[in-house]
């Protein structure tokens, strides 16, 4: 005999669960038990789901074949003088006729592996490491569906470029996967052979973003995609043991990102001169201290470092802040587009708060909207599940 449970009967199961779990104090920082619920029902949710590799959909446009990323530029438009010609440049303005499947595969891949690994961390339940391996082999290991590891056709322009360097800042959603695959190898819940053929994808993926000219070209850049390159590479070089490269990433937060970027009262010049400076201002710093976070160890505290004349993180987070907590005393101009839908769960209010022991950012931080449905904000959103980088074991160990 199959007896039926009523939603009230499960969400009260829930309620007994989760505070079981976190009955010793501060065991799960910063996350509200309705937010734990919430996290163990999206991820059961997701337990029927279909890895989305880049071989489900292809672009006549590409250059690449069916394992090649494929992404075009957002801000490139049809010439109305010339409809069959080569793409003009709308700054700001993002055409939805783009190709955009793969971005948006990959965003789902981070959203999936980020949630079954957070509920992993709450639960200790070995379904939800499970359905996460399912989607990262079907990403990096099956050569029937991987993804190979290099960027040679992202954001391209139709008539102009078949891909560029300014592509790589698509795969910044790689990070929380990357995240994810290291904390359920430290706590052996994913098969040996799946953590190796991983970690042998992101290896080649930091040689081709160390290397290739486009890699270059991308690190070599003067705003926020310099910054996320040493995000991105910082994240896949810890994850596969690449001192050298962290190094490399430290030593170019410290003596090209922080003081050729940072503006003496905190702000990014360079950001704040764009057709959206608020969300561009947001995004920037957000992986700056991103990248603290990822690339801070014993022996290297990016939190702490400062330039000669004082520019540092909370100067960037004191300079943001005030325009966080109430967006009508910006004194630049309104983002082009979008502007109604920032602030969101900025990452930089967390990360500042734990590092400065700021409780005002903590408590802003958690009045936010933490699962943003607008795409465009999703895409600038690298950091979406928290857990990952305040807990790394599960909550009942």
């Known amino acids: 005999m199959k007896l039926k449970m009523s939603g009230c009967v499960f969400s009260f199961i829930l309620i007994l669960l989760f505070a079981g779990c976190s009955q010793k104090k501060g065991q799960v920082p910063y996350i509200s038990l309705s937010e734990q619920q919430l996290i163990v029902e999206k991820a059961t949710a997701y337990l029927d789901s279909l890895p989305v590799p880049v071989t489900a959909e292809t672009c006549e446009r590409s250059e690449g074949g069916p394992h090649d990323f494929y992404s075009e530029g957002d801000y490139w438009w049809p010439d109305p003088e010339n409809p069959d010609g080569p793409y003009i440049r709308r700054d700001g303005q993002t055409n939805p ?115 290739h000219p486009y890699g270059i070209d991308e690190m070599n850049t003067k705003n926020n995609h310099a910054t996320c390159w040493v995000m991105q590479v910082g994240a896949f070089a810890r994850l596969t043991g690449n001192d050298e490269v962290l ?22 010049p360079l950001e704040l001169a764009r057709t959206k400076p608020y969300g561009y201002s947001l995004f920037n710093l957000d992986a700056f201290f991103t990248a603290a976070e990822i690339l801070s160890d014993e022996t290297n505290n990016l939190y702490d470092f400062s330039t000669a004349d004082g520019r540092n ?36 209010l967390l990360f500042a708060g734990r590092a400065y022991n700021r409780p005002e ?36 160990q």
């Not at 996460?132 to 992202?154: C, D, G, I, Q």
């Open 247 to 268: 190094d490399l990433c430290r030593n170019r937060f410290k003596t090209i990102l922080l003081p050729n970027q940072m503006g003496e009262d905190g702000s990014f």
């Open 97 to 211: 006729g783009n190709f955009v499947a793969h971005r948006l595969a990959m965003i789902r891949l981070s959203s999936i592996v980020g949630m079954q690994t957070s509920a992993w961390l709450l639960s200790g339940e070995q379904k939800f490491a499970e359905h996460a391996s399912s989607h990262l082999e079907a990403w990096f290991v099956n050569p029937k569906t991987r993804m190979n590891p290099s960027l040679n056709y992202a954001q391209a322009i139709k008539g102009r470029v078949t891909g560029r360097g300014i592509g790589i800042i698509d795969a910044i959603h790689l990070i929380e996967v990357a995240r994810s695959v290291e904390i359920l190898e430290q706590n052996g819940a994913l098969p040996q052979s799946t953590i190796s053929s991983v970690k042998e994808w992101f290896s080649a993926f930091v040689s081709w973003l160390t290397t």
């Open 313 to 348: 993180l909370e100067l960037g987070a004191d300079f943001l802040f005030p325009y966080v907590k109430d967006k009508s005393k910006w004194p630049f101009a309104e983002d082009v587009m979008y502007w109604e839908d920032w602030p969101v769960r900025q990452p930089f």
């Open 361 to 396: 950012f903590i408590d802003l931080w958690k009045t936010l909207d933490g699962y943003p449905e607008t795409q465009e904000v999703i895409r600038n959103l690298p950091i979406r599940h928290p857990l990952l980088w305040v807990m790394d074991t599960p909550v009942n």
